[in-house]
Every structure is written in C-alpha cells, then in structure tokens.
C-alpha cells in the first residue's frame, strides 16, 4: 500500500455525530455464520458492482464476499424500508485491504477498522442517503462490535468518503504502518 495515495481518518464514538432518527434505514451484519440467509442480497450488490465498476479489477465476487467472511470480516448491509441498497465492512481485529487477508493487527483493542462501502446510483433511495447511512452506519458498527473507535482510509481521489467521514466527527488521523 502507497500511504501518500490514501487519507486515515478515525472516528472516536465521543465524537461521532448523533444518529439520524430515521426508522426506514437499517442495517443487517452478516457473517460467516449467516451468509446463506442472505445470499440472493449478496448476489445483488455484486450485480451492481459488476455494473458500477466494471473497471475495477479486484471488485468481489461471492466467492470472494464467502473469503472475507471466514476470514473474519463482517459485511454490514444497508437497508431502506427493508430493501438492500448497499453494504460497508469491517473487522474487529486487523487492517486489511482486501476484506480477507491481514495488513497490520489492529493494536489497541478497542478499535474496529472499517471500510468498503458501497451504494450504487441506481439502489440510491434518497439525495440524503448517503449520508444518513454513513452516520447511522458508523454508530451501528461501534454498538455491534462494543469499540469506541474507527479506523478507516480511503483513496486520496474519494472525496465523498472524506467528506462524510469529517461530516460524521471523524479527524485525519494515521495509524497505518508503512510495510
């Protein structure tokens, strides 16, 4: 990994913005547990991946979403009025960059290192989605996994994210080691 291509960012649960009170978003968290129950959402969001972002090489396939989760990544759908829009991920022990092999351990125990989010223009429920779930997401992985802070980095050219992220309470902040 390239640090000057990326921007860190970490996002304490003090500081993080209060939720958005919107009882049509929700999220489901799959695992390596019970990822069959969701397999045709999963088989969705790959279409659209495969759609959306045809030049991107490394996008996941189901073979690959099945990886990260036995690996120990745990996918978090994205839900409006009960219909799958999108999905992020996370794990709870190490930095990873691809969902399903090891960066770096995450070293202090009370972080989650999030990323991957995505949410195809055509699933987009509302102008304002995006941003409703980021905020709503990043609190609903903090209670799920019981951490009190995020990691995450994003590509220097993903201004969206940075831009929810400094919207959510998240501050540059690098944690990353260059090996």
């Not at 919107?22 to 069959?36: A, G, H, L, W």
């Not at 960059?97 to 090891?102: F, L, N, P, R």
């Not at 960066?103 to 949410?119: C, S």
Request: with cysteine; hydrophobic share 35%; net charge neutral.
């Amino acid at each position: 990994m390239n640090l000057s291509e990326i921007t860190q960012f970490k996002i304490d649960k003090k500081n993080l913005i209060n939720k958005v009170p919107d009882d049509r978003y929700s999220f489901d968290f799959i695992t390596s547990e019970n990822f069959e129950y969701h397999l045709a959402t999963l088989e969705k969001l790959i279409y659209y991946s495969d759609k959306r972002l045809s030049s991107w090489a490394e996008r996941p396939n189901l073979d690959d979403v099945v990886e990260r989760l036995k690996f120990g990544s745990i996918c978090v759908l994205w839900n409006f009025e009960g219909d799958t829009k999108g999905w992020t991920w996370f794990n709870t022990d190490k930095v990873t960059t691809d969902w399903k092999s090891s960066y770096q351990p995450l070293r202090d125990k009370k972080v989650v290192f999030v990323g991957g989010a995505f949410m195809p223009i055509d699933l987009r429920p509302e102008n304002n989605s995006g941003r409703v779930f980021y905020i709503n997401c990043y609190r609903a992985i903090l209670d799920y996994s019981r951490k009190k802070t995020i990691y995450i980095y994003f590509d220097n050219w993903n201004t969206v994210t940075e831009r929810y992220t400094l919207r959510c309470g998240g501050e540059k902040y690098n944690y990353l080691l260059n090996e």
